[in-house]
């Protein structure tokens, strides 16, 4: 069975710092290129980041550039999100997402995780 | 970036009748060179990660009943679900692919009259 399964969120002061992590398991996880989305509590959908199947490329809202960092490591699987600085406007629950096709991100994502809560506040 | 606007907010349907969500894209989606629509739709039920229904504006994704399409090009799309069902209760996103960042509309959320 393909699946996705976040870990790391939790509650954290402002300016703080979490990694968010997300094993994949029932496909070549990589093959695909991957992402994160994340939606604010009662809010809709927000895009991330995404990251080739490499590791190579990545790519960044405005949102969060220049403090969250995408990366992969393929021999475990398991894609990873580093967030720093973060802000009360971070708060969300945090999904990754598998792209459809290929090793370059196409930002069509068939297959999430379930997410995991992310909650900034002093 | 391109905005995503989708309308309307929120769309009672009763059972069996046809519901009609639109997404409409600041910026044309399509792809000269390939012409296809950079377009996508979701479904979100309460609890639950978002689902992907379609795809290049009206290729339905492997497993999706055949009562949901989409259609539209450039800038304006349209999802219809042709006879609601009461599992279709959810909220649906539109979401562009032409170029990062990618972008959802605000959703549409669907009950039953």
């Known amino acids: 069975e393909v699946q996705l399964l976040e870990s790391g969120g939790d509650l954290v002061q402002p300016g703080g710092s979490l990694r968010l992590s997300c094993a994949a398991s029932?496909?070549?996880?990589?093959?695909?290129?991957m992402t994160w989305v994340r939606q604010a509590p009662g809010k809709g959908l927000e895009w991330v980041s995404a990251i080739s199947a490499s590791g190579g490329d990545t790519f960044y809202a405005n949102s969060v550039k220049g403090r969250f960092t995408i990366s992969r490591d393929n021999s475990k699987s398991t894609l990873y999100l580093q967030m720093n600085s973060l802000r009360a406007e971070d708060t969300a629950v945090y999904y990754c997402?598998?792209?459809?096709?290929?090793?370059?991100?196409?930002?069509?994502?068939?297959?999430w995780g379930q997410g995991t809560m992310v909650t900034v506040s002093s | 970036d391109i905005v995503m606007t989708q309308s309307p907010d929120s769309l009672a349907v009763s059972l069996g009748e046809r519901a009609t969500i639109n997404c409409k894209s600041s910026q044309s989606v399509l792809y000269s060179s390939n012409n296809k629509n950079y377009l996508a739709w979701y479904q979100q039920k309460p609890g639950q990660p978002p689902k992907l229904l379609i795809y290049?504006?009206?290729t339905r994704e492997s497993g999706v009943p055949d009562r949901f399409s989409g259609s539209g090009s450039g800038t304006d799309f349209t999802l219809t679900i042709s006879s609601l069902q009461a599992e279709d209760v959810a909220v649906y996103y539109c979401?562009?692919?032409?170029?990062?960042?990618?972008?959802f509309g605000q959703g549409t959320k669907l009950e039953i009259k």
């Open positions: 997402a598998k792209d459809i096709t290929g090793d370059w991100p196409r930002g069509v994502f068939d297959i």
């Open positions: 029932g496909f070549t996880f990589s093959n695909y290129a």
């Open positions: 290049w504006a009206s």
């Open positions: 979401q562009q692919y032409y170029n990062t960042p990618y972008g």
